[in-house]
Structure formats: structure tokens, C-alpha cells
């Protein structure tokens, strides 16, 4: 793709910041170029991603509400400007039988056409599924799973491939942690299964890994804490539906993997400017476990 088409695509797109619903009509053709040029990135890039701090690391940002069509768009248009600095993975909703209902689908045939969404579909099914960040935190977008015994298991996905029912794969995506149970449960959702803090700390010393971080819940605050803060909920939709109130957060990973969150307010419902508001607090939150290693002890806090 070339640079200049590329810079344009991503120049139209951030002119409806801070404009709620307003769309970007780009062209089934730039779309389609979009696609396939992210898709071969993601299938020449593992399927678990092996990163170095420093990084920044969103939770959901999308899903079921306006200018869907923009968010992802976007997205790949940055995965193919910065193709090794810049990271996605796949969420439950990237996947045809769900996207197909909770509005994706509607928005891509409203706007163009089937042919569009099934183009994302093939984008979608090659997307990687966790990430690694200095062999110490563990990230997924669900949580995880019964079946992983091995971190080669992940590695020896294969893709394009579709999201399963069932299995490593879909619990990857789906999943989410319980203070009500211990090791396994059945998912409120009907799909894959809730884990208690045992099954974290299990994991973290498998492993040899200081923190697991997710997305997939609405959280109040845009992150949350989990098992004695071995796991972190990050959710980056502030307003999320326009129905739900709650913050977004961004954590931060320096080269020490100390943790920071920003967070982003929602906007009033009758607001001065439209991004939302980034706040500040005093609050520090260091680990109950510190773990010996050769990295130094996380701790945690909440800048803007």
C-alpha cells in the first residue's frame, strides 16, 4: 500500500474525532486494500506476540456502538503504518456468528455490502490471540483457559481460522475471572468458562509470569483488579453503549514493568469538548506479591 494513500486514509478518518456518529465513506476498494494488506502482517507475525516494554496496552475500545466501520478501519490502517510498533488482538467479536449480530454486520451491508464484511471476516480470522510483554505479563482479551498447559499451545495455533465453541481458543477470548468460585465454572454467558484466583495464581507460577491483563467486562474505574492484583480488567470505552457511565483506561509499561493507568472520564452529556476528560489521581497501588526476579518489583498508579 502506498504511504501517501495510507496517510490519507488515516488523515480522513481522524477528521470525525470528537464528532460522535458523524462517517467517513471510504471506498470498497480502500477498505478492501486494508484489509488484505493487515492481513498478511498479522499471519507473518505470531500468533502469541512476544513484545518489549515500554508499551501502552488498550482494553475494548469498540463494539456495538457508531462509526464502527472507522474504528476498525483505522485500526488496520495503523497496524500497516507501524507494523512493528503498533498491536492488535482478537476479541470475541471478531468472529463472524457474533459480529453478525450485535451490529457490525448491519453496518458494513447498510454502508456497502456482505462482500465488506466478509472481508473483515478474513482479516479477523488471522488476527494473533495473547501477547507475552517481557516474558512477565500475560495478555488476552477473554481469560484463561482449562486447556492451556503449555504457552507452545498458543504458538501452534493455526490460522485463518474461525473462533471454536469450545477450547482454548474460544476460552482465550471468553473467559472471565469470579470471586464466587474457585478453580472452574460455567459461564454466565454460555460460553467458555469463569475462573477463580486460584486458577490465576496457578497460572502466574506455570508460567513464571508477574501479571495477567484482559479486557472483555465493563469495569467503573476502566481497570480493575483481580486475585490479590495478579490480574487486571482494562476496558477503553469511557460511556460504554452510552449507557454504562464508566471510565476508560490506559495502562502503562515502562522498561521496569511498572504499571500506570490514565484514565478517561466520559463526557458530560452536555460537554464543552468532546473527547472526555483525563483525571488525575494521588492513589498508588504496589503488589502484595512481590515476586524475586531479575525485573524489578512492579508497582501501580494513576497519572494523566
Not at 141 to 147: T, V
Not at 164 to 172: F, R, T, V
Request: proline share 5%; charged share 25%; with cysteine.
Amino acid at each position: 500500500m502506498e504511504p501517501r494513500v495510507l496517510d490519507g486514509i488515516i488523515n480522513r478518518l481522524l477528521e470525525v474525532r470528537g464528532k460522535p456518529g458523524k462517517e467517513v465513506q471510504l471506498s470498497e476498494s480502500e477498505i478492501r486494500q486494508l484489509c488484505l494488506v493487515s492481513k498478511d502482517i498479522f499471519l507473518m507475525q505470531p500468533v502469541l506476540l512476544e513484545l518489549e516494554a515500554p508499551i501502552k496496552i488498550c482494553g475494548d475500545i469498540h463494539d456495538r456502538g457508531k462509526q464502527g466501520l472507522e474504528t476498525i478501519c483505522l485500526l488496520l490502517a495503523y497496524k500497516i503504518k507501524y507494523p512493528e510498533n503498533f498491536f492488535l488482538l482478537r476479541g470475541n467479536h471478531e468472529c463472524a456468528s457474533v459480529n453478525r449480530i450485535y451490529g457490525f454486520y448491519d453496518e458494513c451491508k447498510r454502508r456497502f455490502n456482505v462482500r465488506v464484511w466478509k472481508v473483515f471476516t478474513d482479516c479477523f480470522n488471522c488476527l494473533p490471540v495473547a501477547a507475552l510483554i517481557e516474558e512477565k505479563i500475560f495478555c488476552m482479551h477473554g481469560g484463561l483457559s482449562p486447556e492451556l498447559h503449555n504457552l507452545d499451545q498458543i504458538r501452534n495455533l493455526k490460522r485463518p481460522t474461525d473462533v471454536p465453541e469450545s477450547g482454548l481458543l474460544c476460552d482465550l477470548l471468553w473467559s472471565d475471572p469470579s470471586n464466587d468460585i474457585q478453580g472452574w465454572g460455567p459461564n454466565d454467558r454460555g460460553v467458555s468458562y469463569m475462573f477463580g484466583a486460584d486458577r490465576v495464581i496457578d497460572c502466574l507460577k506455570k508460567f513464571d509470569l508477574d501479571l495477567i491483563c484482559r479486557a472483555h467486562q465493563v469495569v467503573e474505574d476502566g481497570y480493575e483488579f483481580f486475585a490479590n492484583r495478579q490480574l487486571v480488567t482494562i476496558f477503553s470505552a469511557p460511556n460504554y453503549c452510552g449507557e454504562f457511565d464508566n471510565a476508560a483506561a490506559m495502562m502503562s509499561v515502562d522498561e521496569t514493568l511498572t504499571c500506570s493507568f490514565r484514565i478517561l472520564k466520559p463526557a458530560d452529556k452536555k460537554p464543552k469538548f468532546s473527547f472526555g476528560t483525563l483525571t488525575s489521581t494521588n492513589k498508588s497501588y504496589a503488589p502484595s506479591r512481590i515476586k524475586k526476579s531479575n525485573i524489578k518489583a512492579r508497582s501501580y498508579k494513576v497519572t494523566a
